[in-house]
């Protein structure tokens, strides 16, 4: 194999990290993952021992389709949830992320994506790759194999261009206030 490779291990604590940074005094996350998608198993093991050592509680919930995100999401907020970290996969993203965000913010839920176009149409922050820089380097990959390099003698790389988005429409609406110091780092803040 070759090509380019997105760690959701190591992303997935990353994100509840800068999430429990927005949100100091969380003490219990919901998540939501797509059922469907059997790479999220090892993901979900990957965030509970960094909700140890952040001091939160996770309620994993998962969903199998768009139909699913009001229940999941009314069961989150009545569990208290200070907020949602929302693991990407086709479920969640592109054309059902303005309903997520607008159930979030019907919920009084705060969200952190694993995509930016989340954001865009009104989560609160996402932290991931950034696709047009993997879009790049792999137009690299193609090129090689098209001049005749073996596929399997090129290696597989990491992401190594990761974005934090902010939206402080949804932040604001939420009655949030983001960290100055989070904002300062964001690679992009939507107004």
Not at 41 to 54: M, Y
Not at 111 to 116: A, E, L, V
Not at 148 to 154: E, K, M, S, T, V
């Amino acid at each position: 194999m070759t090509g380019l490779a997105m760690i959701q291990t190591d992303l997935a604590p990353k994100r509840l990290e800068i999430f429990k940074e927005v949100l100091p005094h969380a003490t219990r996350f919901g998540v939501l993952w797509d059922a469907r998608a059997p790479s999220y198993r090892p993901v979900l093991q990957a965030v509970e021992p960094a909700s140890k050592t952040l001091g939160v509680q996770l309620q994993m919930i998962p969903v199998s389709a768009a139909d699913d995100f009001e229940g999941a999401l009314a069961a989150m907020a009545g569990e208290r949830c200070d907020g949602v970290v929302v693991h990407a996969s086709t479920l969640t993203s592109r054309s059902h992320s303005a309903l997520l965000a607008e159930l979030a913010l019907k919920h009084r839920l705060p969200t952190i994506f694993g995509t930016r176009e989340n954001v865009v149409t009104g989560g609160l922050m996402s932290y991931a790759p950034d696709h047009v820089d993997l879009t790049r380097r792999a137009a690299t990959y193609i090129d090689k194999i098209l001049k005749g390099a073996r596929p399997a003698d090129l290696p597989v790389e990491q992401a190594s261009k990761y974005q934090l988005i902010i939206n402080l429409k949804t932040a604001k609406a939420l009655g949030l206030e983001v960290p100055p110091t989070m904002l300062a780092r964001a690679d992009e803040v939507i107004e």
